[in-house]
Each structure stands twice: as C-alpha cells, then as structure tokens.
C-alpha cells in the first residue's frame, strides 16, 4: 500500500483534522492501493469511534512514443506526419484511448506554453502543418502528443525537436492553401499540399 504525511500542509491542504479532507494534486500515486483510517473523538467524554476504507487510485497508461515526419519543412506548407504507436489501454474499461496534439516553440533554457493543434482523436495519425516565429533562420518547435483513457487518465510524451523555415518569396504559399488555412480548413490545405510538391527543404 502507500504511504502519505498527512500532517503536511503541502499533501493535505486542508489539515489532517478538518472533516473534508483535500489533498493536493499529485499527493496519491497512480496504481497504488491506501488503507484509511478516520478516527472522532468527543472532546466531552473522550470516547472514540473508528471508521476505516481502502481505495485504490488508476494506474497510468503504459507510455508509448510519439514520431515526427519530416523533422525538417517549411510553415504552413510542409505537411507533417505524426503518430503515436505503442500507446494500449490497461484493461477493456478503459478502451478506447483518444489523441490530441499540442505544439510550442522551443527557446533557449525553456519551452513556451503549449497550444492544441489538433482536436482529440481515436486514432493516433495525424497530418499538421506547423508556423515559423523567426522571421528568419529557423523556428524550433516540439510537439506533445497527449493519450487520454475512457476513465479520464491522461500520459504524455514529447516529440524531438522539428526545424520549420519561413517560405522564401520566391516559393511563397500557394494562394489556395492560405484561404484553407484562413477559413480555419486545415484538411482542405493539407490536401492541395499533397497533391503539389514537396517543399522541404
């Protein structure tokens, strides 16, 4: 079973004496079973009462991988095949998993906060274009793959780091792919992109 110091204010926030009970998030640790104990005391007579329950908290999914391909294109042009293989439900209740995506610019010592680029999904390909920050040189972007079960448990994973060029204006962006891209249609501009050439660089 596991253990937590209930008389940390870090792990229960609301004190080991109040009546409701609230721990921090994180305090529990996933797959694991803990025995409770409430013991209540009359400050008059001093008699107690003990009541007692074991829970058990879920087990995290069994971590998969995320690949990235190209590792190398160009923004909003390049198309960017992503899939997340190895990922598998621990038991049937918890089937299906879903997929989303989720992106950021890598900085120097850090990474900016993550923006979702795809909505969830039940399968775990996806195709995605990607922007450029740096108007010049290359943008280095991460993308996090993130695996949610029936039940709620959410893992994630990291993708390497891509390289994403601005378009030079001799190669610009296809004026059919921008009005996709402005309409909010990231499929339709995927689409024209495969069917034209391959822009990377």
Do not use: C
Not at 8 to 15: D, E, F, M, R, W
Request: net charge negative; charged share 10%.
């Amino acid at each position: 079973g596991g253990d937590i110091n209930l008389s940390n204010a870090l792990v229960a926030i609301t004190g080991r004496t109040n009546p409701e009970l609230v721990l921090s998030p994180g305090a529990l640790r996933p797959g694991t079973t803990y025995n409770v104990s409430l013991i209540v005391t009359s400050t008059q007579t001093l008699l107690s009462s003990t009541a007692s329950m074991v829970f058990s908290t879920l087990a995290d999914i069994p971590p998969g991988t995320i690949v990235v391909s190209p590792l190398t294109g160009f923004a909003m042009s390049t198309v960017f095949n992503v899939t997340m293989p190895g990922w598998v439900a621990t038991s049937a209740d918890r089937s299906p998993l879903q997929y989303k995506l989720h992106y950021a610019q890598k900085v120097v010592f850090s990474t900016a906060p993550f923006v979702t680029l795809t909505p969830m999904s039940l399968w775990g390909t996806f195709q995605v274009l990607l922007p450029a920050f740096m108007s010049e040189g290359r943008t280095v972007i991460v993308i996090k793959g993130e695996v949610t079960d029936s039940l709620g448990v959410t893992q994630s994973v990291i993708s390497r780091d891509i390289s994403v060029y601005r378009q030079t204006t001799s190669v610009g962006i296809p004026p059919q792919v921008k009005d996709a891209i402005d309409n909010g249609d990231n499929e339709t501009a995927i689409t024209i992109i495969g069917n034209g050439a391959d822009n990377t660089p």
